[in-house]
C-alpha cells in the first residue's frame, strides 16, 4: 500500500516562521514535524512507498528527505502549481491504481495505530468505499465536524462554521479503496478540488469512521504550535512505551 503525505501549503498562519521553513518542517520538540510522519508510517509493513507533494519551499523539503534512513521508499511530487488536495490525488492515480491509498495532511501532528486504522478500513461494512479518522477538537468552529450513524458511518458534515453541532472532527486522514479513487478521477471535470470541502459532502453515507483516541492537532496557528509542544512529549513517550 502507498501513502500520500499533503505537504505542498504555505503555512501562511504560522508565517514569519514559515517564511523560510516549510509547514511540514516546522519543529516539535525539536524534530521536524514531517520526522514524527515518516517514523508513524514506515513503522508497519503495510506501507511500502510514502509519496510527499511539493510547491512551497520544494527544496528544503527535498534535502530533508534526501537525508532521511526510513525503512520505506519516499518519492516527491512536485506541483509548479498547486492542485488541491483531490488533484494531487488524481495526478498520482497512475502510480497507485489498483490498491489501497493512504492520505493524509502532513501539517498536523497525531499518533494512532496504522495497523488498527488500515485494519478498521478492510473490515469496514460493504456500503463504505472509504475511511476517514476522526478526533475531538477542542476547537470545533476551525474543525470539519462529523455527525455518524449508528453504525459509525458519515451522515454529516459542516466544514468550519461557527456554531457547529459537537465536537467530532475530520483529522484529515484517509483511506481511499480503489473503487472511491476511481470516483475521485471520474470527477476531475467536476469542481472536485479538495478532498474535504469536496469530495466528502458528496460521500455521505459511503465513508466509515475511524476514531483516533490517542492523539490529533492541526499546528497551523502560534496557539496550537504552543499547545502541541505542551501537549505532545507525553503522548509521544507514552505511545513509544506502549509500541
Given at each position: ?23 511540514c518542517l516546522v ?216 509500541g
Open positions: 500500500m502507498n501513502a500520500l503525505l499533503l505537504a505542498a501549503g504555505y503555512g501562511s498562519r504560522l508565517k514569519p516562521m514559515t517564511d523560510t521553513v516549510p509547514k519543529s516539535i520538540n525539536g524534530r521536524p514535524l514531517m520526522d514524527y510522519w515518516l517514523e508513524l508510517l514506515s513503522g508497519t509493513q503495510e506501507i511500502t512507498k510514502i509519496l510527499i507533494n511539493t510547491h512551497y519551499l520544494p527544496e528544503a523539503v527535498r534535502r530533508y528527505v534526501t537525508k532521511q534512513k526510513y525503512n520505506v521508499a519516499i518519492e516527491l511530487i512536485h506541483e509548479p502549481d498547486l492542485l488541491g488536495t483531490a488533484g494531487t490525488v488524481r495526478s498520482i492515480m497512475p502510480m497507485v491504481a489498483g490498491d489501497d491509498l493512504l492520505v493524509a495532511h502532513a501539517d498536523n501532528l497525531t499518533v494512532f495505530d496504522v495497523k488498527d486504522f488500515i485494519n478498521s478500513h478492510r473490515n469496514r461494512p460493504e456500503r463504505c468505499v472509504a475511511t476517514m479518522m476522526s478526533f475531538e477538537t477542542d476547537n470545533p468552529s476551525s474543525c470539519g465536524i462529523i455527525q455518524l450513524d449508528g453504525e459509525g458511518v458519515l451522515q454529516s458534515f459542516y466544514e468550519k462554521i461557527s456554531d457547529p453541532p459537537g465536537t467530532l472532527a475530520n483529522a484529515a486522514v484517509f483511506l481511499f479503496s480503489p473503487e472511491a479513487l476511481d470516483i475521485m478521477r471520474r470527477s476531475s471535470g467536476v469542481q472536485i478540488n479538495d478532498i474535504s470541502a469536496d469530495f466528502v459532502p458528496n460521500m455521505l453515507g459511503r465513508i466509515w469512521v475511524y476514531h483516533n483516541d490517542i492523539y490529533h492537532r492541526d499546528i497551523g496557528t502560534p496557539e496550537s504550535l504552543a499547545a502541541a509542544e505542551k501537549e505532545f512529549q507525553k503522548i509521544y513517550k507514552s505511545s513509544k512505551s506502549e
